[in-house]
């Protein structure tokens, strides 16, 4: 998968990343007014004090005054952004804001968003910064390192990120390789699958085979089994293509041979999507299953997992202990 470069698209994807809401036809209507870069040059032009505040969950306190124009001016250009190619806004509330007065009256706010976006009071869209280490820079170079905790915290989540995926790719089962398309469930669920069952067919004669492969895939995904990246859901909707007792006879058999696998079972039959859709078929599944299952969970620092894993493979006493 090729890097992206700081530009429109990978501004895009790095928001989609960090859980933002992106308005297609919603944001036509909300998002009236679009991102004028003059209109902020002009008003950082008739600043002559510049106040910075922080976190407004940590009380919006003064990190920084200032009324030197030289000043203001050096974080005017480095507020620099790209015309964004759809209306978006990052769900969370920003970090540091930027306020330039002239006299008393505010000329214009702009937060910053992960220290690669910026919000602006004149506009109603988020826009991506052209380049958002003259930001972080000229923040550093005045003692307030939150934008570039952000930003290194956000390479440390793309690194995280990429390492995930290549995983996933890994594990995709024989025959889908080339016939998977990750966007079509980067939303969640598949367009159609039935070339990928064909595909699974081919390859995987048996029902039992091709759940052992699905379950090994399924369980190489990101860790979670609840808020994890939407291209996993495939393997879910593929397994639930198969009823409860072909599962359970594919997880009783000795090709349940690595921890992928046992990660694939227990986070399907542990997971949301299998309580609501087959309410109930957890009772067709033995308990010497269910507590390899648990075995298999048990120790996870995870605390959504594990109280998944106790509500479905635990007795009702147990879990509530």
């Not at 620099?80 to 209306?87: L, R, T």
């Not at 120790?299 to 879990?319: H, I, N, V, Y």
Request: proline share 4%; with cysteine.
């Amino acid at each position: 998968m090729a890097e992206w470069k700081f530009h429109k698209k990978r501004a895009f994807g790095l928001l989609v990343a960090l859980s933002t809401v992106v308005v297609g036809v919603i944001g036509y209507l909300y998002f009236k007014k679009p991102v004028d870069v003059v209109a902020l040059d002009k008003a950082i032009a008739k600043a002559d004090r510049l106040v910075i505040l922080g976190d407004p969950f940590q009380g919006r306190q003064m990190l920084y005054e200032s009324t030197d124009r030289e000043e203001i001016e050096l974080l005017g250009r480095a507020l620099k952004v790209e015309q964004p190619e759809m209306s978006f806004a990052c769900a969370c509330a920003g970090t540091e804001s930027m306020n330039f007065y002239r006299a008393e009256k505010l000329l214009a706010r702009v937060s910053n968003h992960h220290g690669v976006f910026i919000r602006c009071t004149l506009w109603s869209s988020d826009a991506a910064l052209t380049n958002p280490e003259l930001m972080v820079r000229w923040f550093e170079e005045r003692g307030m390192f939150g934008p570039r905790r952000e930003v290194n915290e956000n390479a440390r989540s793309d690194e995280e990120r990429s390492k995930n995926w290549v995983r996933w790719l890994a594990a995709v089962p024989k025959g889908l390789e080339n016939i998977w398309d990750r966007d079509q469930d980067i939303v969640g669920r598949a367009k159609t699958l039935a070339p990928l069952q064909a595909a699974l067919e081919q390859t995987f004669p048996s029902a039992q085979e091709r759940v052992l492969a699905l379950c090994a895939w399924y369980g190489s995904g990101a860790g979670p089994w609840s808020g994890y990246p939407g291209y996993e859901t495939i393997g879910e909707e593929l397994l639930l293509t198969y009823s409860t007792g072909e599962l359970v006879e594919a997880m009783q058999s000795a090709g349940m041979a690595t921890p992928a696998h046992w990660e694939g079972a227990a986070r399907l039959l542990g997971g949301w999507t299998f309580s609501k859709e087959r309410p109930g078929d957890l009772a067709l599944v033995p308990a010497n299953l269910k507590k390899a299952m648990w075995d298999h969970v048990k120790d996870t620092k995870d605390q959504d997992k594990l109280g998944r894993a106790q509500l479905a493979f635990l007795p009702k006493d147990a879990s509530k202990k």
